[in-house]
């Protein structure tokens, strides 16, 4: 569990740390690969999300994902990206949130995760939670608490119990 004072501290505005879906590049699972390369490229990710046409999450796609089917292509030419679709590769979403204010979960996601998709309750996608924008936080804190709180160590504990 996070200590109440920390969470308070890395929670003051939950939405700052949430980029909005309008702002975050997808794609379609219908698009071609060569489309989301292209797309990948230009934003300069490794990973972005696939969306229906209705905004609902339905995967992830990423540089590696493309690789390993291009890897697969007869011929392994980039031009053959235009006759396979987002759909052929795409991963599956293993984590993700409602509510940007789940911070014990989304930091233990984020050990494994550049971002963690944000999903209302109809599961349409929200925006994302960086790794980069928690760890802004995480900065904050560590160079903030004391003007917070005040902080004391604890006293030593002797093995027996005794301090």
Do not use: C
């Not at 795409?90 to 911070?103: F, G, R, S």
């Not at 608490?145 to 119990?161: A, C, F, M, S």
């Amino acid at each position: 569990m996070i200590d109440p004072a920390v969470e308070q501290l890395l929670r003051n505005d939950p939405k700052s740390y949430v980029i909005p879906a309008a702002v975050v590049a997808n794609v379609t699972a219908t698009n071609t690969l060569e489309h989301a390369l292209m797309v990948l490229s230009k934003v300069g990710y490794s990973r972005i999300p696939v969306l229906d046409p209705d905004d609902h999450l339905q995967g992830m796609i990423s540089l590696a994902a493309i690789t390993d089917k291009l890897l697969h292509v007869p011929g392994a030419a980039v031009e053959q990206l235009s006759n396979y679709t987002v759909a052929d590769a795409m991963l599956p979403v293993e984590h993700w949130v409602d509510d940007p204010a789940k911070l014990e979960t989304i930091l233990s996601y984020m050990v494994d995760e550049p971002f963690i998709p944000l999903l209302n309750q109809d599961n349409v996608f929200q925006g994302i939670i960086t790794r980069r924008e928690i760890l802004k936080r995480v900065n904050y804190l560590a160079h903030n608490l004391d003007d917070h709180y005040l902080v004391t160590p604890r006293e030593k504990v002797i093995e027996n119990g005794d301090h």
